[in-house]
């Protein structure tokens, strides 16, 4: 179950599930007002339940897949980022109850008499969670495009990567070109030690010559 749990950390599922849970639950509210407007027609109310089932398993996906995704990126945040994904991971938990509460609210209300007779006021309740859904999508956006949460824009602070600083001064002394004096200093030291060896060789050969005469 482990590894199966960190397979699925590596997919990064949290961007999937919050477009499913946006898309299947505002689209169930919307279908329920309709069905409540063409009570008529029925199919319109049941394509309303199934889709705020589903609808409320993809808040829970995203609100587990969010925490996996908090937990990679929490150390490399700055205080404000850090408050900002607080505010954005504490609404989701609250939304992930609440819509699983509107789903089990609205199976009664297609199924059970009382409980259907509160159809208005739970109406009112899912349009409401629709709005706090749609700022809870706002704060997810503001984390990625504002503050690079989840991007490679988000880089740890020179504070946090010593490493990084110790770099530039590094390359000076990799790339300091051989000095200029050092190739001339071989021609003094070769051209006395090859005068004095010519000039012994030569003596020898210019004594025996008056011993001749």
């Known amino acids: ?77 700055s205080g404000d980022t850090k408050e900002l994904l607080h505010d954005h991971a504490e609404l989701g938990e609250w939304l992930t109850a609440v819509f699983a509460i509107l789903a089990l609210w609205r199976i009664g209300v297609e199924s059970i008499g009382f409980i259907a007779a509160w159809r208005g006021l739970y109406l009112l309740a899912a349009i409401i969670a629709a709005g706090a859904l749609g700022y809870q999508g706002y704060l997810g956006g503001e984390l990625v495009y504002d503050h690079g949460v989840g991007t490679a824009l988000l880089t740890p602070t020179p504070a946090e990567s010593p490493t990084a600083q110790a770099a530039p001064t590094a390359v000076p002394t990799v790339y300091v070109p051989p000095s200029p004096a050092a190739s001339p200093s071989a021609a003094p030291t070769s051209a006395p030690s090859a005068a004095p060896s010519a000039a012994k060789t030569a003596q020898p050969s210019a004594t025996p010559t008056p011993a001749h005469v």
């Open 1 to 77: 179950m482990d590894s199966i749990i960190e397979t699925l950390q590596t997919w990064h599922l949290h961007p999937v599930a919050d477009h499913f849970t946006i898309a299947l639950l505002m689209v169930g509210v919307l279908m329920d007002l309709t069905g409540s407007i063409l009570p008529s027609f029925r199919w319109i109310r049941y394509a309303a339940l199934t889709l705020m089932i589903l609808g409320a398993a993809a808040a829970a996906a995203s609100w587990q897949s969010g925490g996996w995704e908090a937990h990679k990126v929490h150390s490399l945040l």
